[in-house]
């Protein structure tokens, strides 16, 4: 495959993803799984580790992948990264244009805002999905249904990270991520 084929369709991929990845970064998350089954960019492993690394990074979810993938795929370039990230953003942009200016006439249009209304339950299903995906790719890594000691140790870091944040409520959510990391770090996962 020549570069100028790869820029093309890692934009057209993540065009894509931009258009009909509504609710936000981990909506993006069920559309990474399909390029990563349809092109093997990268492993399960590495799209978890983007993950990761995308929420632990200033800045959108989904925007922060876009650029990580972007920049992994194409090794190491910069404009590859940039390629990706204007995919993903370039659908918002055209639609928040054309919105702002039908939005002022129909405002109060009954259809209009019952549309509004049923994207909600859309956008709740992406993210469930993402979230199912990332929890089975955690416990049981390569798709492995086997119950030994790492799955048990992920399962029960999973609950004390929950428990944890539901009793601490209050705490900042920088906290939370910086507290797991170390974890992560410490006990080399």
């Not at 129909?106 to 990332?134: H, K, M």
């Not at 049981?140 to 428990?163: E, R, T, Y």
Request: aromatic fraction near 14%; proline fraction near 4%; charged fraction near 10%.
């Amino acid at each position: 495959m020549s570069s100028v084929s790869l820029y093309l369709i890692l934009f057209w991929e993540f065009f894509k993803t931009g258009l009909f990845s509504v609710g936000g970064g981990l909506a993006t998350i069920p559309f990474l799984y399909e390029m990563m089954e349809k092109y093997h960019w990268f492993t399960q492993s590495d799209l978890l580790n983007m993950i990761a690394i995308s929420e632990s990074t200033p800045g959108p979810i989904g925007v922060n992948m876009a650029t990580y993938v972007g920049y992994h795929v194409t090794g190491g370039s910069i404009f590859g990264a940039v390629i990706a990230t204007v995919g993903l953003v370039l659908p918002s942009v055209i639609i928040i244009c054309i919105i702002a200016r039908v939005l002022k006439a129909y405002r109060d249009n009954e259809y209009v805002q019952q549309a509004f209304y049923g994207l909600r339950p859309a956008t709740c299903g992406l993210i469930l999905s993402a979230a199912i995906g990332v929890f089975a790719s955690v416990l049981f890594p390569g798709n492995a249904l086997v119950f030994d000691g790492s799955f048990w140790i992920n399962v029960s870091l999973m609950a004390l990270a929950a428990l944890f944040a539901w009793k601490f409520e209050k705490l900042h959510p920088i906290a939370l991520i910086c507290i797991c990391a170390v974890v992560g770090i410490v006990l080399q996962l």
